[in-house]
């Protein structure tokens, strides 16, 4: 059994928030060099340029890529063979997005309570934490922060075994169509099939961990994710909504199995700012 200290974990996490904030991962922006090229809409390609800039500075000047740092959504993928000592591991990680939150300058958007008196927390805490027990002895943390414009627009829905993927097709078209320019496009569509109310969600937003541009390993999933790329950009939100052919620069699905008399689906829309780090302990 393989001993990692939750000082570790805190270190990791704090430099992960900082660094998904400050740099773009290399995948988007050549999704956004690609999308450049084929954008037909010449307000477009200038918006295209104008976020391509954008996350040269942010990386250069070590600034956030957008004003909504978000919230801080951490995926855990804990080793079986791993033994977490010196601590709490859950007040280790919002500890970390507390020091990340003041060290980087980012904007602390956490309210408590979510109704009556919406209070800052003033620190960005809580975190939102997802564990998944894995084999072996490493830990992988991916960071990946949400904000609220493309956030808000995501929805689900139970749907009937019946509405078939057609239903599901169409759900997830309307969804985009109904984001639109609030979203900030182009988009990564994130959607989850399958599971229950729940997990729908959680495959959702889990399916943007992918790279972009990464097509997934099963050829009948990965013809599905081609399929809705293809149908969204036929919407013609296009950056930013000043129209054009680039509304999203990917689609990411997942699915897992579902009790015979369900059919749920869930889109987490993820605005161009398709922010995420990752780390191995």
């Not at 943390?141 to 493309?150: D, F, L, M, Q, T």
């Not at 689900?156 to 639109?180: C, Q, R, S």
């Not at 569509?189 to 997934?216: C, D, S, T, W």
């Amino acid at each position: 059994m393989r001993e990692v200290k939750v000082d570790e974990i805190k270190r990791v996490v704090k430099d992960l928030i900082i660094q998904a904030n400050c740099k773009l991962p290399q995948e988007v922006r050549a999704a956004f060099q690609e999308a450049l090229k084929r954008e037909e809409s010449p307000v477009g390609r200038e918006v295209l340029q104008q976020i391509l800039l954008n996350a040269e500075i942010a990386e250069k000047e070590q600034m956030p890529y957008c004003q909504d740092t978000g919230v801080d959504v951490i995926f855990v993928f804990l080793g079986q063979d791993v033994c977490v000592v010196g601590g709490d591991i859950n007040e280790a990680i919002n500890e970390a997005v507390r020091e990340a939150t003041e060290e980087g300058y980012l904007r602390a958007s956490m309210v408590w309570d979510p109704v009556f008196e919406r209070k800052n927390t003033k620190d960005n805490t809580p975190a939102i934490v997802h564990y998944e027990i894995v084999p072996g002895d490493k830990i992988k943390i991916v960071v990946a922060p949400k904000g609220a414009g493309s956030e808000n627009t995501s929805r689900l829905a139970m749907l009937k075994p019946a509405d078939g993927w057609e239903g599901v097709k169409n759900f997830i078209l309307e969804t985009v169509k109904l984001a639109g320019p609030n979203a900030c496009p182009p988009f990564t569509v994130g959607v989850g099939i399958g599971g229950n109310f729940e997990y729908a969600a959680y495959l959702a937003k889990k399916a943007l961990l992918r790279p972009v541009g990464q097509r997934h390993e099963n050829p009948l999933i990965a013809k599905v994710e081609e399929e809705l790329l293809e149908e969204i950009n036929k919407i013609g939100w296009g950056p930013m909504g000043f129209g054009g052919t680039t509304t999203a620069v990917d689609v990411k699905v997942e699915m897992y199995p579902c009790h015979i008399a369900s059919l749920p689906v869930a889109v987490n829309i993820q605005c161009h700012a398709n922010r995420h780090a990752e780390a191995e302990i």
